[in-house]
């Protein structure tokens, strides 16, 4: 479920240490799916296919959007054009949503993290 506040997640933020395998590494510890990175926690995401990103299944970026000066998404290997309507409704939260394959929104999520910029990320898994 998108909002359970029970739901495992790592309690705070992190770099993203590796990808790939179908998973990511952070904190010491390996995870297998996609994250859902924010600035208080990361999350399992259960989004395998860019075209199922929604507002539904971006609910704890909307939720954290004070938080949040960009998202990055991490498309997995392909190319994903973000619906006009979900572009509207995170400028409405005062997000700006940047879109590009996982490996480059890793490294940039990294960066912008190591920069103490206000980001999130949500990254599908690549095999």
Excluded at 84 to 105: C, I, W
Aim: net charge positive.
């Amino acid at each position: 479920m998108a909002g359970d506040p029970n739901a495992p997640h790592f309690p705070r933020s992190a770099p993203i240490e590796a990808y790939g395998k179908g998973g990511f590494a952070f904190a010491g510890m390996s995870h297998r799916g996609s994250l859902l990175c924010l600035p208080d926690a990361i999350w399992a995401w259960d989004i395998t296919d860019p075209a199922k990103i929604d507002r539904y299944s971006l609910d704890r970026v909307f939720k954290s959007a004070n938080s949040i000066d960009t998202l990055l998404v991490g498309t997995g290997t392909g190319v994903w054009l973000p619906p006009p309507e979900l572009r509207q409704a995170l400028k409405a939260a005062r997000v700006v949503l940047d879109a590009m394959q996982t490996g480059p929104a890793v490294r940039t999520y990294n960066i912008m993290m190591g920069e103490r910029r206000r980001v999130a990320a949500a990254l599908i898994a690549v095999p």
